[in-house]
């Protein structure tokens, strides 16, 4: 005879846990999966408020780690942040001014580290591989921004004042270069 799991032994108390739980599960996988970067425990609670279902930050600790133990989502450690599960990327890299998460594929380094420690009676629990540094689109933000003061030189005549000591007003008006 089967027994159904879906059914036995359950008290109506604990289905009403568990479809809760799965409710919660499924608004932060969704929330995750509409994000366009990583996004902390906090940031998910904003959201979770923002769609009319504030859950508790204890709680969606709770479920984020059960959503990283199933394999759904990834905690990024590199930003204390979490992201919808990279499938097949063993590797990270993550912007540190937009926080996207990239998944990459690295193989080759992942086996090299677990060679490292064979023999050495060290027991490896986790593997973590995560690079930062800056997405194309940052990079290119950041580069216009520096360029910018030189296109505004009101502002930049008021910067060299404050750094001078001298005062910025009837500082002369530069035409355009
Ligand atoms: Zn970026």
Avoid: W
Wanted: with cysteine; aromatic share 2%; glycine share 8%.
């Amino acid at each position: 005879m089967r027994m159904d799991k879906t059914s036995a032994g359950t008290a109506g108390g604990s289905n009403l846990a568990r479809r809760r739980r799965s409710v919660q599960d499924d608004l932060i996988l969704s929330i995750l999966h509409t994000a366009p970067h990583a996004l902390s425990a906090y940031d998910i609670q904003d959201r979770t408020t923002a769609k009319g279902g504030r859950i508790a930050v204890a709680q969606i600790y709770r479920v984020l780690d059960r959503l990283v133990r199933s394999g759904q989502v990834r905690r990024v450690e590199l930003l204390s942040a979490y992201v919808i599960e990279p499938e097949g990327k063993n590797a990270l890299f993550v912007c540190t001014r937009c926080r996207k998460a990239i998944g990459l594929s690295v193989e080759a380094l992942a086996s090299q580290l677990a060679d490292a420690v064979v023999g050495s009676g060290l027991t490896v629990e986790r593997q973590v591989i995560e690079l930062s540094g800056q997405c194309p689109q940052c990079l290119a933000a950041e580069q216009a921004s520096k360029a910018a003061p030189f296109r505004q030189p009101g502002a930049l005549l008021a910067e060299r004042a404050r750094q001078t000591g001298r005062r910025a007003s009837g500082m002369p008006t530069l035409s355009s270069p």
